[in-house]
């Protein structure tokens, strides 16, 4: 399993929760493609039309950032923390 932490702006594509489990594991569009499968309304929040991570979607595993790690392909392991954060823009 994997768990999947949700930021408060998010929280609404998931009916508030805060932590999704997930059973997929290995990579993160593994990790990702389940997300999509169950709450599809926070995957579209994650990915892009091509399924690709959206700019502005940052998206740690075990609290390395996955575009140092192989983006979409970066391990996940059994029991990771997978986390998503959206960047905020102000001024």
Same mark, same amino acid.
Not at 46 to 64: A, F, H, M, P, Q
């Given at each position: ?23 997929? !594991? *290995?990579? %993160?569009? +593994?990790?990702?493609? =389940?997300? &999509? ?5 926070? #995957? ?24 140092? !790690? *192989?983006? %979409?392909? +970066?391990?996940?392991? =059994?029991? &990771? ?5 959206? #960047?905020?823009?102000?001024?």
């Amino acid at each position: 399993m994997v768990t999947v932490l949700v930021p408060g702006p998010l929280r609404g594509e998931v009916g508030g929760a805060s932590r999704l489990t997930v059973a997929a !594991a *290995g990579s %993160l569009r +593994a990790v990702l493609d =389940e997300v &999509a499968a169950t709450w599809p309304r926070l #995957s579209r929040r994650i990915r892009d039309e091509r399924g690709e991570l959206r700019r502005y979607v940052n998206v740690y595993v075990d609290g390395e950032d996955c575009r140092q !790690a *192989g983006g %979409l392909e +970066a391990p996940v392991a =059994e029991g &990771a923390e997978v986390q998503v954060l959206p #960047s905020v823009a102000g001024g």
